[in-house]
């Protein structure tokens, strides 16, 4: 029994250096003693079937964690209702939530918060701000039956995939301002069904390594939502462009 | 220093040569060589299957307890769920038995990829909900250790349907049944439909359907793979070659009105290897006829259809290959980048193709215009008198477009209701169908290998009934009731 336990507490480092790049799908490479390790690593996994099996228990263990991040609060949200139940979840995460003429809240530095807001149960949610949390397509049900919610920001969250554009429909008619910026999964295969969102006015798309022609991509989301303000990868640019051009105009 | 460089080199030549006349004067490198030896180390030690006589690892195993015949997107789906749903991990032995690995003529590769939850039958739309799912988690249910994740390119930009007055009041059912089942489909009017998209001409378009989530279109070739990948990871075992005959035993029995009754067990699957005469008989417990647009063949090498017509015994499969058209055009003007994947109500099809204002789409040709399946050859003026008309006239700025390109590819078409067959042979009592499916076979693929696993492993069906699609409606004449057939 306690081989086994010593070789987990052996591997799992090394193993979570490894798989950031299953997960991450960012492509960054592995510095050296690590790349080192991980082929170390594989060798056992060719030779033993055992080190095969625990690592891909491994695997799904990493996976689940993401799926045990993104649950319900079931409890809270039949207690409190939809609103102070997504909020819950969106501060859980790490994320900030505003209600309606109230401040925004947010956890501080080591994930804790206030439950004031508890007692705002008949205020409506009006703003998340989720970016950089672990929030995937499971995850989201909790914001969709927030009805009057106009801002969500998404930015980097690194489980944010096309599915989950898909899955915005139903906050169609509060939707106002959608930011992206920077999420690694996103595509422009999920951004033609934001045209879902017909009330969108501000939509930030920029920074998104996977769309394949940023440019172009920009041009049809344009062309597809003509009431909203598209900051897109040029949009950064174009400013450093105009600050260039300035001077030679007055010149 | 030269000289030893050059002696080593020599001396190496020499050794290879050594080994080389040995074994018959194969020009296999050093490294060859080398893993050569090991493999046959390996395989003389305890476990390993040494046969002095002759080499035998480009054969199949001599046993296996399933035998999938064809390695096509339901036949790996069946391969990988009969793995995930075993008790113990390695209990069941699985050999797929593919032709052609380059999957040239196989109907995966060649669809268009689409999945929709638009069905008029809850079993359907139940499958395609589950398989969505299966879809949206792959890199869950087919992760691979060390394996970077599929890009399964999926494109959720919906399919909507349109209806004419005729079809409107079946199509308003139909949504009612798709929504009971938990699809996200939504109904439209003409006006509605003007607004959303400016491109359409409505004229003729009473109703229209679309659906808002889960549906669109994916790459075919990645689940292929991927699901490769994963069931070779779970030790599934694969073996490139053609099967051509089952060896069966038969049990005749009596009926209680004196009718004779045969049921059949194969027991020896024949496995021809390509580009030779050699086959190697398997013997297996179960076979899965997964062969696509090929499985009415080899139903009838398991001697299914074979008997007086009318009877049981009688019944053939009835799927056959229908060869398919899909063209890819090119339109500056074309509609934009919301573009779903349109079904008129001529039956003509389109959906967007990347962002170049490139689409595709084609149309399924009536009973008399059904081109001869001999070959995949492509008729271009089928695209000028069928489908462009339709297309143009739904699409005012299809009047002016340029074919690029074009394929063809064979529906694994069941001739008698268009839907998938699935479970056992009820006289053929160990093979399994998991075919038919004419036009919808890759977004239900998932769900239906999960399906014939439990019935497999079960003996019965559990996530979802599909005792609708049996074999025995053929003999029975119960036609499975589904309107949407692309
Ligand atoms: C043009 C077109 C568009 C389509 N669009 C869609 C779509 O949008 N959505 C959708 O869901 N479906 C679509 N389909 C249907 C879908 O492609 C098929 O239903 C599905 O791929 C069937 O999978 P399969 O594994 O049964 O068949 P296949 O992929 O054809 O696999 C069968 C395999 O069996 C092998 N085989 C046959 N006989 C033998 C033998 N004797 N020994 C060994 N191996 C053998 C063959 O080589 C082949 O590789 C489309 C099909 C076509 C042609």
């Known amino acids: 029994m306690a081989a086994p336990r010593a070789s987990l507490r052996l591997v799992a480092p090394i193993w979570n250096g490894s798989t950031r790049s299953i997960h991450g799908l960012s492509g960054e490479m592995a510095p050296r003693g690590n790349q080192r390790k991980r082929t170390l690593l594989q060798l056992l996994t060719d030779c033993f079937c055992d080190v095969e099996a625990l690592r891909e228990y491994l695997l799904q263990k990493q996976l689940s964690n993401v799926h045990w991040k993104n649950r319900s609060f079931t409890h809270i949200e039949e207690q409190y209702g939809p609103y102070i139940g997504g909020a819950f979840f969106i501060l859980k995460q790490g994320g900030a939530v505003k209600f309606q003429d109230k401040e925004w809240i947010r956890p501080d530095g080591r994930g804790r918060f206030s439950l004031e807001f508890l007692k705002f149960q008949a205020v409506p949610v009006e703003a998340v701000d ?3 949390c672990a929030i995937n397509y499971q995850g989201l049900d909790n914001l969709l039956s927030m009805k009057e919610l106009q801002s969500l920001s998404l930015k980097r969250c690194p489980h944010v995939d096309d599915w989950c554009l898909s899955h915005l429909h139903p906050l169609a008619n509060s939707l106002q301002e959608l930011l992206l910026a920077g999420c690694p999964q996103v595509t422009e ?15 930030d798309i920029s920074d998104l390594p996977s769309v394949a ?3 172009l991509t920009q041009i049809l989301v344009e062309e597809m939502l003509p009431n909203c303000e598209v900051l897109g990868v040029d949009w950064a640019q174009s400013l450093k462009l105009e600050l260039e051009e300035q001077p030679r105009d007055t010149a | 220093m030269l000289r030893t460089v050059l002696q080593l080199g020599l001396g190496r030549n020499l050794l290879i040569r050594g080994v080389g006349t040995r074994r018959g004067g194969s020009t296999l490198d050093w490294d060859g060589q080398v893993s050569e030896i090991k493999k046959k180390i390996q395989s003389v030690l305890p476990g390993g299957s040494w046969n002095p006589l002759y080499d035998s690892s480009h054969l199949p195993p001599e046993h296996s307890d399933v035998v999938i015949v064809g390695g096509g997107v339901l036949g790996l789906s069946v391969a990988y769920w009969l793995k995930k749903l075993e008790k113990q991990r390695g209990a069941i032995r699985v050999l797929v038995v593919e032709r052609d690995h380059t999957y040239s003529q196989a109907s995966t590769g060649l ?3 689409g999945i929709r939850q638009q069905f008029s039958l809850p079993e359907n739309i139940q499958l395609s909900l589950f398989s969505v799912n299966f879809l949206r988690n792959i890199n869950e249910y087919l992760a691979v250790v060390d394996a970077p994740p599929l890009d399964l390119q999926f494109n959720p930009s919906g399919y909507l349907l349109l209806a004419s007055e005729k079809g409107a009041a079946a199509m308003e059912n139909n949504v009612k049944v798709q929504r009971q089942e938990g699809a996200k489909v939504c109904l439209m009017s003409p006006e509605q439909l003007q607004k959303k998209f400016p491109w ?3 004229e003729g378009v009473a109703l229209a359907s679309y659906g808002m989530e889960d549906e669109g279109w994916f790459d075919p070739w990645c689940l292929l793979q991927g699901l ?6 779970m030790g599934v075992l694969f073996c490139q070659g053609e099967v051509t005959r089952f060896v069966s035993s038969s049990n005749t029995m009596k009926t209680v009105s004196g009718g004779e009754v045969t049921m059949k067990r194969i027991y020896e699957v024949h496995v021809k290897m390509n580009n030779s005469l050699e086959y190697q008989p398997v013997e297996c417990a179960i076979v899965i006829n997964a062969a696509g647009a090929w499985s009415g063949q080899i139903a009838e090498l398991a001697g299914i259809g074979k008997g007086p017509p009318g009877t049981l015994q009688g019944t053939k ?10 063209y890819l055009w090119h339109c500056p003007q074309g509609p934009g980048l919301e573009t779903p994947l349109v079904t008129d109500t001529s039956g003509a099809y389109f959906r967007r193709e990347g962002l170049g204002n490139n689409y595709l789409g084609g149309c399924s040709p009536t009973e008399e215009e059904e081109p001869d399946p001999g070959n995949l050859e492509v008729d271009h003026d089928f695209f000028q008198n069928k489908v462009w008309p339709c297309l143009a006239q739904r699409v005012p700025a299809f009047e002016t477009l340029k074919v690029r390109s ?4 064979y529906y694994d078409y069941n001739t008698f209701d268009q839907n998938g067959v699935v479970g056992p042979h009820p006289l053929v009592v160990n093979m399994y169908f998991a075919t038919g499916f004419s036009g919808h076979g890759l977004q239900q693929a998932p769900a239906v290998g999960r399906a014939v696993a439990e019935m497999v492993l079960e003996g019965h069906f559990q996530t979802i009934n599909m005792n609708p699609f049996l074999f025995s409606r053929f003999y029975l004449g119960e036609k499975i009731q589904e309107q949407n057939i692309i």
């Open chain 2, 317 to 326: 499969l009835p799927v056959e290959p229908r060869k398919r058209y899909v």
């Open chain 1, 213 to 215: 022609n940023p440019g």
């Open chain 1, 130 to 132: 989720a970016s950089g």
């Open chain 2, 111 to 113: 669809s268009v990829g």
């Open chain 2, 200 to 202: 359409i001409n409505t």
């Open chain 1, 189 to 203: 295969r999920g951004l033609a069904c934001l045209h879902h969102l017909q009330n969108l006015r501000r939509l």
């Open chain 2, 228 to 233: 490769r990948r994963k069931v070779q990871s």
């Open chain 2, 406 to 409: 074009a394929w063809a590819g």
